[in-house]
Antibody
Framework: EVQLVESGGGLVKPGGSLRLSCAASGFVFSSFSMNWVRQAPGKGLEWVSSISSSSFHIHYADSVKGRFTISRDNAKNSVYLQMNSLTAEDTAVYYC??????????????WGKGATVTVSS | QSVLTQPPSASGTPRQRVTISCSGSSSNIGSNTVNWYQQLPGTAPKLLIYSNNQRPSGVPDRISGSKSGTSASLAISGLQSEDEADYYCAAWDDSLNGWVFGGGTKLTVL
């Protein structure tokens, strides 16, 4: 079964740091780009960051650029999100999602259940 | 403010047909394919439509998608109570080099 499982969420004070992990199983992880997408309480979906299969291409939303770092370890079938200088606006459920690309077709097809990050003093 | 524009709400009665629109620009919908996600309360988004009008395995054929220019739409016919959820459109944006989403449409089955 294709599965993504996030971990590492929790409560952190403003200005603090947190590292999210996403463990993949059931597919050839090293063949796929991966994404982090977040959803603030009661709000819509917001793409955060993406990383290509070889880590060559990395992109960030402007809202997190310079504060968040995405990385992956294909040997461990995992993708990570290092989050620094956190503010209350970063409070959200963070989803890990698999990216599918062929020709001009792009979509995110498999999503994890999410990890909750709460930034509060 | 979301890059893609969706109506915040939609509604219909059982067995009715409803459509949800999604408007973008030349750098996202105008250049790339559109995907639709369904999110039930308290759960992760689920891929409903990819590549404008393709259904993943398991998605019923009463659900369909279309795209024209810089706009797209999702249609659900034979509305059922279990269709009550939030629906999001998404596309890759070539200018932002990232995924963009609509603000979401809350579908209510009356």
């Amino acid at each position: 079964e294709v599965q993504l499982v996030e971990s590492g969420g929790g409560l952190v004070k403003p200005g603090g740091s947190l590292r999210l992990s996403c463990a993949a199983s059931g597919f050839v992880f090293s063949s796929f780009s991966m994404n982090w997408v977040r959803q603030a309480p009661g709000k819509g979906l917001e793409w955060v960051s993406s990383i290509s299969s070889s880590s060559f291409h990395i992109h960030y939303a402007d809202s997190v650029k310079g504060r968040f770092t995405i990385s992956r370890d294909n040997a461990k079938n995992s993708v990570y999100l290092q989050m620094n200088s956190l503010t209350a606006e970063d409070t959200a459920v963070y989803y890990c999602a698999r990216d599918v690309r062929y020709g001009d077709v792009y979509y995110m097809d498999v999503w994890g259940k999410g990890a909750t990050v709460t930034v509060s003093s | 403010q979301s890059v893609l524009t969706q109506p915040p709400s939609a509604s219909g009665t059982p067995r009715q047909r409803v459509t949800i629109s999604c408007s973008g620009s030349s750098s996202n919908i105008g250049s790339n394919t559109v995907n639709w996600y369904q999110q039930l309360p308290g759960t992760a988004p689920k891929l409903l439509i990819y590549s404008n009008n393709q259904r993943p395995s398991g998605v019923p054929d009463r659900i369909s998608g279309s795209k024209s220019g810089t706009s797209a739409s999702l249609a659900i016919s034979g509305l059922q109570s279990e269709d009550e959820a939030d629906y999001y459109c998404a596309a890759w944006d070539d200018s932002l080099n990232g995924w963009v989403f609509g603000g979401g449409t809350k579908l209510t089955v009356l």
